[in-house]
């Protein structure tokens, strides 16, 4: 069965101080909502993962990126171990951010899921369409490019690590949320992707989040459709209050 999932990426925000006073207040609020039926993710810088895990019982952490190789001479790289070391379960790769700043292929993030996997991490794995993708009506084939360069060499086994984030780029901090309407078809789409790969199943067993502009107004609606399984969000993951609102949104349904 798929999980219902609330997962915040901080970001490059927050000093490892205000890190863990965040962390705190949203894990006791999760902790009084027991038995919450969605899985709460943190997604924080690297510094704060160790410490954030120490606190952590009712949330689970994700890192934001690692390195594509084991170990080595690689100058202010972090290993997908480094990051198994803190307690951390989870990484975000392929990010939107990291494919156009960093210029992350699909190659490189290929190497990524591979060290992430051989670290026990389970993968959000993120794939969208800038805007002038969708405008020429191509935002099916990059998606589904996304999947296809990026994890479709996993074999059925290793796909049962994978989390899929909807992020349309043009989403992405604008405030220009994708309407419910437009997530669901492309979710319904990323679905359908997967189980030609891998079979009904597995598609059904994957959970799909949604990510861009997520916030306590409209997740509701959002969440509401049957294929977003979730969320991935950045600036309202940022204050504890945005947090659980979006999080009860999930909750509701
Ligand atoms: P946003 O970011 O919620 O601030 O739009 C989402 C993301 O980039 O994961």
């Not at 999760?30 to 993710?41: C, E, G, H, M, N």
């Not at 410490?51 to 934001?64: L, Y």
Request: one cysteine or more.
């Amino acid at each position: 069965m798929r999980k219902k999932i609330v997962a915040g990426n901080w970001k490059m925000n927050k000093s490892l101080q205000e890190g863990i006073e965040l962390a705190k207040e949203v894990n006791n609020r999760v902790k009084a909502l027991a038995p919450s039926q969605t899985l709460i993710i943190l997604g924080t810088p690297f510094i704060h993962l160790s410490e954030v895990n120490k606190i952590a019982d009712s949330v689970a952490i994700s890192a934001q990126n690692c390195a594509t190789e084991v170990s080595g001479a690689y100058t202010g790289e972090v290993s997908a171990a480094m990051i198994a070391s803190t307690g951390c379960q989870y990484v975000i790769l392929g990010h939107s951010e990291r494919r156009s700043y960093y210029g992350e292929t699909d190659e490189i993030l290929q190497k990524k899921v591979m060290r992430a996997l051989e670290n026990n991490l389970d993968i959000i794995f993120c794939v969208g369409e800038v805007l002038a993708d969708r405008e020429a009506g191509k935002h099916f084939d990059i998606v589904k490019s996304q999947l296809e360069n990026g994890l479709f060499n996993l074999s059925a086994e290793q796909f049962t690590h994978i989390i899929i984030a909807y992020e349309p780029v043009w989403a992405i901090g604008t405030g220009k949320t994708a309407t419910s309407a437009q997530a669901e078809e492309m979710h319904q789409f990323i679905r359908a992707t997967i189980a030609s790969r891998y079979g009904e199943k597995t598609a059904d067993d994957t959970s799909i989040l949604y990510g861009g502009s997520c916030n306590a107004k409209n997740a509701d609606e959002l969440f509401s459709q049957p294929n977003v399984d979730g969320g991935l969000i950045g600036g309202a993951s940022l204050k504890a209050d945005d947090f659980l609102a979006i999080i009860n949104a999930r909750q509701k349904h």
